[in-house]
């Protein structure tokens, strides 16, 4: 599974790391760590309906049982694992000046049949008239069910995929489905290039000042003051 890989691969590197802040936020849960002096953030998507099943108070000793709670049958912890492994991913990404230049946009352009893992507005919306949209939750007249994405996944030429399948534990049977090349998008998909077998990673680089708005529910601070980037893996 490839959860246990990256949750096997981070805790490599993941000594000396100081836990500054952690939060269930909507939309996005953060994981603040500190190294040497330096900052980072990291974020996963709350899936807000789960939060319904949690009896009990989420408890941890140190970092190392924050990553392991990426592999939690529990979203709520799975969230939390994630955002603390994201942080401690975006201490050590390297991001160059192609990789904030390059747009999903111009990469979908030179394909004619796109799928995409999660209704994300802003990316259909350019690219509906050759774009098919799976969701468990949203619905209307353009979005179809997850539960045909087995089928007709090894039809698509590009894969959009939301950083979410990650937290929902899809990401292993999209992958393997897959036969075209693949992108995985989203604050979510904030993972080191190397840990994830997908053709780029298109997430964002978000300073520590944007935590005040996501502790008022807003993703504001993370689209106006982070930077996307889109690394080719």
């Not at 974020?43 to 190392?64: N, S, T």
């Not at 991001?95 to 999660?118: C, H, P, W």
């Not at 997850?146 to 049977?173: H, Q, V, W």
């Amino acid at each position: 599974m490839r959860i246990k890989k990256i949750v096997k691969e981070v805790k490599k590197i993941s000594d000396d790391f100081t836990i500054l802040d952690i939060s269930l936020c909507y939309p996005y849960t953060y994981s603040l760590l500190e190294k040497d002096g330096k900052r980072s953030l990291g974020l996963a998507m709350l899936l807000v309906e789960e939060l319904k099943h949690i009896k009990e108070p989420i408890e941890f000793k140190d970092l190392d049982d924050l990553i392991e709670m990426s592999n939690s049958l529990n979203i709520i912890e799975r969230t939390l694992g994630i955002s603390t492994i994201n942080a401690i991913c975006q201490y050590y990404i390297e991001v160059s000046e192609e990789d904030f230049k390059r747009d999903i946009l111009e990469i979908a352009k030179q394909y004619k049949n796109i799928g995409m893992i999660g209704y994300i507005k802003p990316i259909y919306e350019k690219l509906k008239e050759k774009c098919v949209v799976f969701d468990r939750k949203f619905r209307n007249d353009e979005v179809v069910s997850d539960a045909f994405e087995y089928n007709l996944i090894p039809k698509f030429d590009l894969l959009i995929i939301s950083g979410t399948t990650l937290i929902n534990d899809t990401i292993d049977m999209i992958l393997d489905r897959a036969k075209g090349e693949t992108i995985l998008v989203g604050p979510t998909a904030q993972l080191l290039p190397n840990m994830i077998d997908v053709d780029y990673l298109a997430s964002v680089k978000v300073p520590e000042e944007a935590i005040k708005y996501l502790k008022l529910g807003s993703n504001y601070g993370i689209f106006r003051l982070g930077r996307k980037y889109v690394i080719k893996c």
